[in-house]
């Protein structure tokens, strides 16, 4: 039997342009082989919160340059304790080694299929496990009968999760992914990502898939702070503050206002400084260094006349 909810919400993912990749075009069945599994995937496991320095030695090494943990730490971290790492700075630390980034949102794991076969391991951003607020990068290097084979700095070099797993932990980021390449795979990127290469149709595209999502799951927070960042992002700050509102009081964890600044970055250009001072206060509690929290509350006290 056929659940009714279960079809209605993939109609609207499917008219919004993610049924988990079956929608995508250029990206059917059959685009990519069956299965695939890159070699010379490096892995070691991760210091304190340092997921992101091991991921990038992980992607250079694929790439052809060997770098330490440590060495990686101290160029991404402010500090050893520094329990953020960005895709951001990811990328511009790959970037030194002559690699170009595209950072994207709404991934799907027909896409995913489609850059590892094409030699492209891709970085994803999710829950470290179910029920986690965690996050964390995994670099996704291979696939087989409905199955990805990841690199984690945590759990290890071969963790296998089956797509329903691999999705529902990338919901948490909605979708974001990283594919770090040489200049002589821009071609086999483009291919890949089509329109989503320009940042602007990506965040078109999140906005519609995370509208069908509300649509059809209006209780989830991770969809509503999905479509504040790609309303934020396309500079409908208006509607944006409004859904990071409605994030906010669906629940989202501590942790988040820690990862995701897009709400005070909505807040402040739409003048709702004491939002934002509320919300750094209230998560510097748990994470009193962090330079991203300290920049919006110190913004956010300018706003207010502090």
């Known amino acids: 039997m056929t659940c009714p909810s279960a079809r209605l919400t993939s109609t609207l993912l499917c008219a919004a342009g993610l049924a988990f990749g079956a929608c995508l075009p250029g990206l059917g069945a059959g685009a990519a082989p069956a299965s695939v599994t890159l070699s010379n995937i490096r ?32 160029a991404l971290k402010d500090f050893p304790g520094d329990p953020q790492v960005t895709s951001l700075e990811l ?5 030194r080694f002559g690699l170009r980034s595209v950072i994207r949102s709404a991934g799907t794991p027909a896409l995913v299929r489609e850059l590892v076969a094409r030699g492209l391991p891709v970085v994803v951003q999710q829950r470290l496990r179910a029920g986690s607020n965690v996050a964390h990068f995994r670099t996704v290097y291979g696939y087989r009968a409905g199955r990805f084979l990841v690199s984690d700095p945590l759990l290890g070099p071969a963790l296998w999760l089956s ?5 529902d932990l990338w919901h948490f980021y909605n979708g974001e992914y990283l594919v770090a390449y040489p200049a002589g795979k821009e071609r086999d990127v483009q ?9 602007a149709a990506n965040w078109a595209r999140l906005k519609r898939v995370t509208e069908a999502r509300a649509k059809a799951q209006p209780g989830d927070p991770y969809t509503w702070w999905g479509l504040g960042k790609a309303n934020l ?6 509607a944006a503050a409004a859904n990071f509102d409605r994030a906010v009081a669906l629940g989202v964890p ?16 739409a003048g709702h400084h004491s939002k934002t001072l509320r919300y750094t206060r209230l998560a ?19 706003g207010l006349g502090g």
Do not use: I
Request: hydrophobic content about 40%; aromatic content about 12%.
């Open 43 to 74: 892995h070691e496991f991760q210091g304190p919160d340092n997921c992101g320095p091991v991921t990038a030695m992980t992607v250079l090494g694929y790439h052809g340059t060997r770098v330490t943990q440590a060495r990686a730490a101290s």
């Open 91 to 95: 990328a511009a630390y790959l970037g």
């Open 163 to 167: 797509e329903a797993q691999f999705t």
């Open 191 to 199: 291919a890949v990502l089509g329109q989503d290469m320009r940042a």
């Open 233 to 238: 992002r396309l500079g409908n700050v208006t």
């Open 254 to 269: 501590r942790l988040y206002f820690l990862y995701r600044q897009e709400a005070f970055e909505a807040w402040t250009r």
């Open 284 to 302: 510097l509690n748990t994470f009193p260094d962090s330079k991203e929290l300290l920049h919006f509350r110190g913004v956010a006290q300018r």
